[in-house]
C-alpha cells in the first residue's frame, strides 16, 4: 500500500481450473487466514476443505512476496439425509475459523448448515519400524512366536500432512448454520442459525448452551433472522450478532445465561428519501467483523459497508457505498435473486483498511486514514506474476469514457462473496467462482 493510501495491488497467484467449465462442488464457499498467514484455508460447496501454505522461498525473497503451495486437501463434510424432515443435508462448507497455534498441529472448526466438526492438521515425517508385537504389514504377531525383543527404530519417510477429525458437534441446530466464531479463552465457540446461538465448549461434543433465541413462539410472528456472529476479539464474555433487519446487538454473557436481552443494539435510522420496495431486504446485514483492536466493527449490506464505534450505538462513524450505481436495478436484481447475495467483508492487519466484494468479479478497498477507495477486478486476463491491478470504473449513464464499463454490461453471475485479508501483511484472497485469486501490493 503506497503511504498516501492509493492502494496499488499487484497479481501474484491463482488456484483452480481455469476452464469454463464450472462444476458446482468446485465453487469456493469461504476463504480463511490462519492467525499469522502461514496458511489459508479455502472451503468449497463439494464439502472439501483446501490449505495453501505459505512459500518459504517467497517469504524470504527481497522484495517479500505472497505466494502459497497447496498443503493439504481432506473432504471434510458428506452430503447427509434427515429423515425426520425428508430434508438432504448439503455438504458445502459455510465457515473455517482457525484456532490459535499452540505447538506444531493445526487445529480449524469447519462446519455446514448442521455439522462443526473440529479436524487437527499435523505433519509426520518419521515412520517406527521393527516392532515386536506385529509384524511390518501391521498385523499382530503370535505371543508364542516372540523369541528375542527388538528396540523399534525410527525411519525417515516422505513429509505426509494428516487431517483427522477430532470432534463432532452435531444435532445442536434445527436451521441452518451460518457463522462460526472462536473464543478468545480458546475453549469455547458459537455457533449460530438463523434464529439461535449456541456456545460450545471444544471438549465437549454432547452439550452445548442456547445463549441467543430469537424464535417466537408463533412462528407467524417471525419479523428478522441472525445474519452473522462473531466473539469480541479479546473479551472473552462479549459477542455479537447481526440481524435481517440491518440491526447489530452486542451481548455480555456476564449479564444473563440467556442473552436474549442485549447490551448494545447499533442501529442506523433509514433515510427517508431512499425508502423503496426493497429497502428492507438491502439493510439485511450479510456479515459482521469486529477488528483486531476490538474497538470497532464493520457490518456489510447490499450496498454499502459501514465501521460502528462500540461505544457509540446511534450511527456508524464510517459509511463507504460499494455499489450505489446498482440502486437504479434493485428491480431486475430482485427478480434474479441476486439482491439476496451474502457478501461478507474483512479488516486488514492494522484495521485501516477494509475489503469487500462485488459484481463482475469486482471487489473493493476502502481506505479508512485517506478515505480513497478503489475497485479492483479478480480476472483471467491479468493472471501473469507482478501484473499490476488497474482500477476499474463503472459508468451509470451519459457517455462512457475509454476504461469505464457501463453498469449494463456488469456480469451479475461473477461475484465476489469471499475475501480474506493477511493478518501482518498486504496480501489477500479473493474467490471468485472455482479459482481462488492472491494479490500482494506491488513489487
Known amino acids: 500500500m503506497a503511504g498516501n493510501g492509493e492502494a496499488s495491488w499487484c497479481f501474484s497467484q491463482i488456484k483452480g481450473a481455469l476452464d469454463d467449465d464450472v462444476t458446482d462442488a468446485d465453487i469456493i464457499s469461504c476463504v480463511e487466514f490462519n492467525h499469522d498467514g502461514e496458511l489459508l484455508a479455502t472451503g468449497d460447496k463439494g464439502g472439501r476443505v483446501v490449505i495453501f501454505q505459505r512459500d518459504p522461498a517467497s517469504k524470504a525473497a527481497n522484495p517479500r512476496r505472497g505466494e502459497y503451495n497447496v498443503y493439504s486437501t481432506f473432504q471434510s463434510h458428506e452430503p447427509e439425509f434427515d429423515y425426520l424432515k425428508s430434508l438432504e443435508i448439503e455438504e458445502k462448507i459455510n465457515k473455517i475459523r482457525w484456532l490459535q497455534q499452540k505447538n506444531p498441529v493445526h487445529f480449524l472448526l469447519s462446519t455446514n448448515d448442521k455439522t462443526v466438526k473440529l479436524w487437527k492438521v499435523s505433519e509426520r ?22 523369541t528375542a525383543l527388538r528396540v523399534p527404530s525410527v525411519k525417515q519417510i516422505p513429509l505426509m500432512v494428516e487431517a483427522s477429525p477430532r470432534r463432532t458437534f452435531a444435532n445442536a441446530h434445527t436451521y441452518h448454520i451460518n457463522s462460526i466464531s472462536v473464543n478468545s479463552d480458546q475453549e469455547t465457540f458459537l455457533s449460530a442459525d438463523d434464529l439461535r446461538i449456541n456456545l460450545w465448549h471444544l471438549e465437549v461434543v454432547n452439550q452445548s448452551y442456547n445463549i441467543v433465541d430469537i424464535k417466537p413462539t408463533n412462528m407467524e410472528e417471525l419479523t428478522e433472522v441472525i445474519t452473522a456472529a462473531e466473539f469480541h476479539p ?210
Open 234 to 443: 479479546t473479551e472473552c464474555n462479549v459477542f455479537v450478532y447481526s440481524s435481517s433487519k440491518g440491526t447489530i446487538r452486542l451481548c455480555d454473557m456476564r449479564s444473563a445465561a440467556l442473552c436474549d436481552r442485549h447490551s448494545k443494539q447499533f442501529e442506523e435510522p433509514e433515510n427517508p428519501t431512499n425508502r423503496s420496495f426493497f429497502s428492507e431486504i438491502i439493510s439485511s446485514i450479510s456479515d459482521v467483523k469486529l477488528s483486531n483492536s476490538g474497538r470497532y466493527m464493520i457490518s456489510r449490506d447490499y450496498l454499502s459497508i459501514k465501521v460502528w464505534d462500540l461505544h457509540m450505538e446511534t450511527k456508524p462513524i464510517e459509511t463507504y457505498p460499494v455499489h450505489e450505481y446498482l440502486r437504479a436495478k434493485l428491480c431486475s436484481l430482485y427478480e434474479n435473486d441476486c439482491i439476496f447475495d451474502k457478501f461478507e467483508c474483512c479488516w486488514n492487519g492494522k484495521d485501516s483498511s477494509i475489503m469487500t466484494g462485488s459484481y463482475n468479479n469486482f471487489f473493493r478497498v476502502f481506505d479508512r486514514n485517506s478515505k480513497k477507495d478503489v475497485t479492483l477486478e479478480a480476472s483471467r486476463d491479468i493472471i501473469k506474476p507482478k501484473t499490476v491491478l488497474k482500477p476499474r470504473k463503472v459508468c451509470t449513464g451519459g457517455k462512457r469514457k475509454k476504461d469505464e464499463i457501463s453498469v449494463d454490461c456488469l456480469d451479475f453471475n461473477k461475484k465476489i462473496l469471499h475475501t480474506a485479508w493477511h493478518p501482518e501483511e498486504n496480501i489477500i484472497a479473493v474467490a471468485a467462482t472455482n479459482n481462488l485469486f492472491i494479490f500482494q501490493d506491488k513489487f
Open 125 to 146: 515425517d518419521k515412520s517406527f519400524e521393527g516392532y515386536n508385537t506385529k509384524e511390518e504389514n501391521g498385523l499382530i504377531r503370535d505371543p508364542q512366536n516372540v
